[in-house]
């Protein structure tokens, strides 16, 4: 019984053992062991189980090797392994079944220059693995200097200690520096400040061997420094975290050019409280005042929340302005902000004269603009457009600018029509409009019964000194038009291309001003007018009308 017992024991897995392993081997390159299963006495035993082949002593993941084999009934495992972490007493363990062996030390030493690596405070260097390092950073105070590393590493993270490398760090705050340092030993330690607080990171790159590849930090959140400024902004202008300008007048802490201001119109007004770099605090409770130049509405201070107060104000004259902010609790004050108030169109005074023509007269359009003070506004645009009827804007009235007195002055004209109507005119001015109308007649019915139509007649020096002969088209056609004396000898003749003033379908009009076609006065009398219309042998319009001159 005791011999059986003996058999069985010394049958039995005891532990593992490893061939030797020569030094140096090299990370990331595979090398052949051999691993027993071995019984108490030493002697390989068969062995059916699984066991597991790692590094000890590693506390994170990732280092090669850590495999499962197989023996099969087999006294040993023979196989290819890969060592990922450098160093000078490396072992192998294999664990199975409660059993363990380990290996002889050797040597690892570091595979070829690959990357760069930056380890943050609170990560730790994880040499071995592809990562490099374990941990989440520690947030950093903007401001405040901190110390992180720098390594340069073989594809497994191990350093290489054998090139000191210049390398370039830069990051993803825009206000914070861009350094140049050189590695000592494949290692370099930095000493840096984020301004801007959010969440930033490093690239660090190689100068001297452009083949290294560079590296991208993990995240590291940068929370802001003690609250000790005010920053206003106005509408048009941006937070600028981290700013470095130091000059006020280029209105450090903020971007942008503040939009224009209109007179007795409100606008919003930012003020945050911001640490020593312009980064918005979370600071709450303390009462905040604004005041500013002429014409500020001083309005109620605000308690900060979160690091902001709000206000609405305006300004009631124009001009170049400034405003201001205060920390009533902590005497803090901002820098002057400047901003310019315009005054914009709220009323019209508007005069239409006269308020009814007829085809081919002229109404004048009188306009004076005001503001919300009701006081005129100089050099404002005014638009006019025509937005029901025929009529139209003579051209170089369409947009003109006020005088001094805020007044200005459009024309309005139709040059045909074929029924009375009522025209409706927009005049506008900033973003303040106003519709007028003018009403348009025919001054005789019998004109769309093709009849000619003289007014006023007569003429000259009794009433103006021009008359207007309206009549009407059933289409485009060239126009023949002649005045003759009374002994029949022509004093004026004008043709009149088909689509022209007077050559169109509609109502159409001409004027004479009693002058020949030398320009000279006509005599007083009577004269004869004929006007045909005509296209190719058709002949559409042909009348005579007589009309008196009288100077």
């Given at each position: ?265 409100d606008f919003n007004i930012m003020v945050y409280a911001t640490d020593s770099m312009w980064n918005k605090t979370g600071v709450s409770g303390y009462s905040i005042g ?165 007014y006023p007649n007569p003429f000259g020096k009794i009433n103006q000194p021009y008359t207007r002969f309206v009549y009407f088209l059933q289409q485009n056609c060239n ?73």
């Amino acid at each position: 019984m005791i011999h059986l017992l003996t058999f069985l024991l010394i049958g039995q897995l005891d532990h593992f053992g490893f061939d030797n392993i020569t030094s140096p081997k090299t990370a990331g390159v595979y090398f052949q062991i051999t691993v027993y299963a071995l019984n108490s006495a030493g002697q390989p035993v068969p062995y059916n189980g699984s066991a597991r082949i790692y590094i000890p002593n590693i506390s994170y993941p990732g280092v090669s090797p850590d495999t499962t084999v197989y023996f099969n009934g087999n006294s040993s495992w023979q196989g290819n392994i890969m060592v990922s972490i450098a160093g000078d007493n490396i072992t192998l363990k294999c664990e199975g079944e409660g059993k363990v062996g380990t290996s002889n030390p050797f040597q690892v030493i570091p595979n070829s220059p690959y990357r760069l690596l930056a380890i943050l405070p609170g990560q730790n260097y994880a040499p071995g693995s592809q990562s490099g390092r374990t941990g989440t950073p520690s947030s950093q105070q903007a401001g405040s200097f901190f110390d992180f590393t720098i390594y340069l590493t073989d594809r497994w993270s191990n350093r290489i200690t054998s090139t000191d490398d210049s390398v370039l760090c830069s990051s993803s705050d825009g206000f914070s520096p861009i350094k140049g340092l050189r590695l000592n030993n494949g290692i370099a330690n930095i000493n840096y400040a984020f301004r801007t607080a959010t969440t930033q990171k490093f690239f660090i790159h190689d100068v001297t061997n452009s083949s290294i590849k560079p590296d991208t930090s993990s995240n590291l959140y940068v929370y802001p420094g003690p609250y000790n400024r005010l920053l206003v902004l106005l509408p048009g202008e941006n937070h600028l975290p981290g700013d470095t300008t130091s000059n006020t007048a280029y209105t450090p802490g903020k971007s942008g050019i503040p939009s224009e201001q209109y007179v007795l119109e409100d606008f919003n007004i930012m003020v945050y409280a911001t640490d020593s770099m312009w980064n918005k605090t979370g600071v709450s409770g303390y009462s905040i005042g604004l005041s500013g130049s002429s014409g500020f509405s001083n309005p109620s201070p605000q308690n900060l929340q979160n690091g902001v107060a709000q206000f609405t104000a305006n300004f009631s004259t124009s001009g170049e302005k400034f405003l201001i902010a205060r920390d009533l609790n902590n005497n803090f004050i901002s820098y002057d902000n400047f901003l310019r108030v315009v005054a914009r169109a709220s009323n019209f005074d508007i005069v239409v004269n006269p308020d009814t023509i007829s085809p081919g007269e002229i109404a004048h359009l009188n306009v004076t603009v005001y503001d919300r003070n009701n006081d005129p506004i100089g050099g404002k645009w005014v638009n006019f457009s025509v937005v029901g009827g025929h009529g139209y804007i003579i051209p170089q009235y369409d947009t003109v600018q006020t005088n001094n007195q805020g007044f200005c002055q459009s024309q309005f004209t139709i040059t045909s029509g074929y029924f009375n109507e009522l025209d409706s005119i927009e005049i506008k001015a900033d973003n303040y409009a106003e519709t007028t109308t003018v009403y348009v007649i025919i001054p005789d019915s019998s004109v769309m019964e093709g009849n000619i139509v003289a007014y006023p007649n007569p003429f000259g020096k009794i009433n103006q000194p021009y008359t207007r002969f309206v009549y009407f088209l059933q289409q485009n056609c060239n126009i023949i038009f002649s005045i003759y004396d009374a002994f029949g000898n022509c004093v004026h003749h004008e043709e009149i291309p088909a689509g022209q003033n007077g050559a169109r379908m509609g109502i159409n009009h001409l004027i004479w001003d009693g002058k020949n076609d030398k320009g000279h006065k006509v005599a007083s009398g009577v004269y004869y007018v004929l006007i045909k219309g005509y296209f190719h042998t058709n002949v559409f319009l042909e009348k005579r009308i007589m009309v008196g001159v009288i100077w």
